[in-house]
């Protein structure tokens, strides 16, 4: 496994849960990487799953893959349809009933994830989620290994094109890092305390340092922002088309991440008892389903989703 110098032992994915992974997949799989939680250390308990991006060469030969190891409870055509339709697809990794661990898995193709990442994403879901500190902890070749770190590079490089409309005020690079989770998550529908994406850039404040520190330096010599002490400002107003452009970017993300939800519930196999711990686990309320809810959420759960979204604590709650 290729691992990241920034991940420790004690972040690091189950062995045994990412090679049943790597096993099962064969040659489809070209690269797995770890974000997240599990590997920030941002308050997991031990029922979290492991949040794995799944880069393979072809949707068809990945899922035809899963469904002979016996990991794949869809039908194969159903989830490559889907592939194709606001990639990437959700789903569960739970090898040995579970006693490994369990893989929340974005799984991606190389041309999807290279989309998602370039200077015109489709939307935020991947760009989000991987300028942020990620470990590739396993890939096909040393090439492939590059591949996706190249990605990953670039698109951190870039964070200042589609951040630069939200700076308001000056910025060092933790501030830089504090800002864009701000943004980001703003433009989700999440289930969690409010004041999340702050807790998520506390646990990675060395990552936005190393990170965006060249960035916000290489902007200053170019002219894009300017010096002010410790901190970089703008060096003049955002055009405001490019305004416009960035602010449209990111209601059409919001509309496409909600659109997703949709997506998991046919993907992500127990989906329901998963989101349920998850807000538990992150609003501190215990949620209990009526029969109606269980037996048909996408119908009755609504009205319980739309309170707990709209009555969302300020401050996640402390162990």
């Not at 990412?18 to 599990?38: D, E, F, K």
């Not at 990945?62 to 789903?91: C, D, H, Q, S």
């Not at 670039?154 to 589609?162: C, E, F």
Request: hydrophobic content about 45%.
């Amino acid at each position: 496994m290729n691992d990241r110098p920034s991940t420790s032992p004690a972040q690091a994915a189950p062995p045994d849960l990412v090679g049943t992974l790597v096993n099962a997949a064969g040659p489809s799989l070209r690269a797995v990487i770890l974000y997240g939680s599990r590997l920030l250390g941002a308050r997991p308990d031990q029922h979290s799953a492991w949040d794995l991006v799944v880069v393979v060469t072809d949707y068809r030969a990945f899922y035809i893959a899963l469904k002979e190891a016996g990991y794949l409870p869809r039908p194969v055509w159903l989830m490559v349809t889907l592939a194709r339709m606001l990639p990437p697809n959700t789903i569960a990794f739970v090898p040995e009933e579970g006693s490994l661990g369990i893989a929340k898995c974005l799984v991606v193709s190389g041309a999807h994830l290279e989309m998602a990442l370039g200077p015109t994403p489709p939307d935020h879901f991947l760009l989000g989620r991987l300028v942020q500190r990620v470990a590739v902890i396993w890939s096909r070749s040393e090439e492939d290994a590059r591949w996706v770190e190249h990605r990953l590079d670039a698109a951190r490089a870039g964070v200042l094109t589609w951040m630069a409309p939200y700076l308001e005020e000056p910025v060092d690079a933790p501030a830089l890092g504090r800002r864009l989770l701000e943004v980001c998550y703003q433009g989700e529908v999440r289930p969690e305390a409010k004041d999340r994406s702050h807790r998520i850039s506390d646990a990675q404040l060395d990552h936005f340092e190393a990170a965006f520190e060249p960035v916000l330096a290489d902007a200053a010599a170019s002219g894009a922002m300017e010096r002010e002490g410790s901190r970089y400002r703008l060096a003049g107003p955002v055009p405001p088309a490019e305004t416009r452009r960035w602010r449209a970017h990111f209601r059409r993300s919001k509309a496409r991440a909600t659109a997703r939800w949709f997506k998991h519930m046919v993907t992500f196999a127990h989906w329901l008892p998963y989101i349920v711990r998850k807000v538990e686990r992150h609003t501190g309320r215990t949620i209990r389903l009526t029969r109606l809810e269980r037996a048909l959420p996408i119908v009755f759960l609504w009205p319980r989703a739309v309170h707990v979204l709209l009555t969302r604590p300020k401050r996640e709650k402390r162990s």
